[in-house]
């Protein structure tokens, strides 16, 4: 052998897996090590999200756990609003025919509908506090029902209606008035508050979070898995066309060559 056979000779060049990963497999290494690292960074960001999950979770379950009511979701309450215009509207037939003014009419209304809705909130703060709820409250209450249930019945009997039927319609508004009032007391006692409902949304956001993570993570990991088999093979090809290394070493050397890549260990063969 020359001086020049014995310098182009493959034990003078490295080791088989040097000269592929420098060689035709440069740029699948670089591109299975650019997924690596993103493998890293998702990791990294799933294992922050999982973190994140647990604490949403847990605070929410504490919030949970320390409610005094029902377990009915907060979005009932919106119908809170709605049972107070709807007092408002009654009360505001009450009060048209009575006063000379339209806008005090429509104050007088709903300050009217605030202050029964205030009355259930309070009534029903105190079941959610395992009070007895006292009976001269309900009194009140039903003196309120009753007192704006007359205004109801005079004011429609002064614009024109006749006795018979401004009683009808007045007990009317007094059957909504009462259902609106007790409505909301039960709405209020038997839904979670709105701290809870945010805290809710939290945990199911950081929950999809974490799954959107997990998602990129995988398919960054089959990625790498599909790079690393591809590599494998192109390095088996390598091995039989190039090198002229016999089948089964080739394909020892190549699954070796795939593990220590994708188990992100240094081979020796590749020192």
């Known amino acids: 052998m ?42 990294a960001k799933v294992k922050e999200s999982e973190t994140a999950v647990e604490h949403a979770e847990s605070t929410n379950d504490q919030r949970n756990d320390n409610h005094r009511g029902g377990d009915r979701t907060w979005l009932v309450r919106l119908v809170i609003p709605v049972a ?48 007895p709820v006292p009976a001269a409250a309900r009194i009140l209450e039903g003196i309120f029902v009753g007192v704006v249930t007359v205004l109801r019945y005079a004011s429609l009997h002064i614009q024109g209606a006749d006795a018979l039927t401004a009683a009808g319609a007045a007990l009317l508004a007094a059957l909504i008035s009462a259902l609106g009032l007790l409505g909301i007391e ?56 190039a090198e002229g290394f016999p089948l089964d070493e080739a394909r020892q050397r190549s699954a070796a060559l795939k593990a220590a890549l994708t188990d992100g260990e240094a081979a020796d063969e590749v020192s």
Request: hydrophobic residues 45%.
């Open 2 to 43: 020359t001086a020049t056979q014995d310098a182009m000779s493959p034990a003078s060049r490295g080791s088989p897996e040097g000269r592929f990963l420098a060689g035709p497999g440069k740029p699948a290494y670089r591109h299975l090590n650019d997924l690596k690292g993103r493998e890293a960074d998702m990791t």
């Open 84 to 131: 107070i215009v709807a007092e408002a509207v009654t009360a505001y037939v009450a009060m048209e025919a009575l006063v000379t003014s339209q806008l005090l009419a429509i104050g007088l209304s709903v300050l009217a509908s605030l202050v029964g809705a205030g009355m259930a909130c309070a009534l029903a703060n105190r079941r959610l506090n395992r009070l």
């Open 186 to 241: 039960e709405v209020v006692v038997e839904t979670r508050t709105f701290d809870i409902f945010l805290s809710t949304l939290h945990a199911s956001w950081k929950r999809w979070r974490c799954a959107v993570a997990k998602g990129r993570l995988a398919r960054i990991r089959a990625r790498i898995k599909a790079t690393a088999g591809r590599l494998q093979q192109d390095f088996l090809d390598f091995l039989l066309k």
